[in-house]
């Protein structure tokens, strides 16, 4: 359970934050701005295609497990939230953005473990928004660590602080769609 191929590649994604934190504090002796925003923007890519390519092996192999169904989403939000609480150390991301990816993170996996606990949790199960949030997410995050212009033509910093609004506006949607689904059992708790 521990050491199969797709429970590492998840655990690759916990492992990298420190990598893509540690390159920004790397000597500009050892690599420029520039460099710097190429190296993490390549780790994040790298690391993040490992949660499509984890899920795959696992069916593929058949080495699913409930630990890995547990450590696959937390390692997916481990690196988001380190890579985006990053962007607004650098000002590349506005706080309010943070806040509200951080929040819902902390929000709806909560929600989940309460869901899971009562029994109810295909009323939280993942829906198609919070998929596309995730995507939007993936997509706005390595545009932000670049902060340049790709292949002389994309602004890859303007395009990723629109994509990283566009995914705050899906978080939100996301957590009020689960926070719907999850009233009719709240509602049947509360007494």
Known sequence: ??????TIMTWTRIF????I???????????????????????????????WL?????RRLNQTSSFGAFLDPVADKFLVCACVLVLVHLQRADVFVALI?????IAISALREWMAQIGASKSVAVH??????????????PFL?????????????QWGVWLIWMAAVLTVWSMVYYL??????????AH
């Not at 990298?16 to 990598?19: C, E, T, V």
């Not at 984890?54 to 696992?58: K, S, T, V």
């Not at 990816?101 to 993170?105: L, V």
């Not at 660590?145 to 910093?157: E, I, K, S, W, Y």
């Open 1 to 6: 359970m521990f050491t199969t191929i797709p």
């Open 145 to 157: 660590l670049f902060d340049g212009v790709l292949f002389g033509l994309v602004n890859t910093h």
């Open 101 to 105: 990816i951080i929040g819902r993170e």
């Open 16 to 19: 990298a934050i420190p990598l």
């Open 21 to 51: 934190v540690g390159v920004f504090y790397l000597p500009d002796a050892f690599a420029n701005p520039a460099e710097k925003n190429l190296i993490a923007t390549v780790m994040f890519v790298v690391f993040a295609a490992t949660d």
């Open 54 to 58: 984890d899920g795959y092996l696992a």
């Open 180 to 189: 719907q689904k999850a009233v009719p059992e709240i509602r049947a708790r």
């Open 128 to 141: 198609m928004i919070g998929k596309l949030k995730t995507v939007v997410q993936m997509v706005a995050i």
